[in-house]
Nanobody, 124 residues
Framework: QVQLVESGGGLVQAGGSLRLSCVAS????????MGWFRQAPGKEREFVAA????????YYADSVKARFTISRDSAKNTVYLQMNSLKPEDTAGYYC?????????????????WGQGTQVTVSS
């Protein structure tokens, strides 16, 4: 069983930055595909970023490319989402997810474990 706990959300002005953290327990993040998703009120959950087990294959949604960066610290068993140049449309609940796959996937239903989420609000 894998447990994921996110933190780092908050209120930030447009153009600002936040770094989300996802601490995993029960399995090493280097043995999992790790992803970030987000969900705004009234909208479906959407893919943000994902990283393969080897850390080499990384996918981003077009809407966040060049602004967001997914990374991990294996020693801390933690995955991060660095978010720069934030826009009001980035406002959403952000969720960390893990999958027992080899390659990253953008499909939410491929992920076996989910965190409780952390809220990010970007003011204009």
């Amino acid at each position: 069983q894998v447990q994921l706990v996110e933190s780092g959300g908050g209120l930030v002005q447009a153009g600002g930055s936040l770094r989300l953290s996802c601490v995993a327990s029960g399995r090493a993040v280097s043995n999992l595909v790790m992803g970030w998703f987000r969900q705004a009120p009234g909208k479906e959950r959407e893919f943000v970023a994902a990283m393969a087990r080897n850390g080499g294959n990384i996918y981003y949604a077009d809407s966040v490319k060049a602004r967001f960066t997914i990374s991990r610290d294996s020693a801390k068993n933690t995955v991060y989402l660095q978010m720069n140049s934030l826009k009001p449309e980035d406002t959403a609940g952000y969720y960390c997810a893990a999958a027992g796959l080899w390659r990253p996937t953008m499909r939410a239903y491929d992920y076996d474990y989910w965190g409780q989420g952390t809220q990010v609000t970007v003011s204009s």
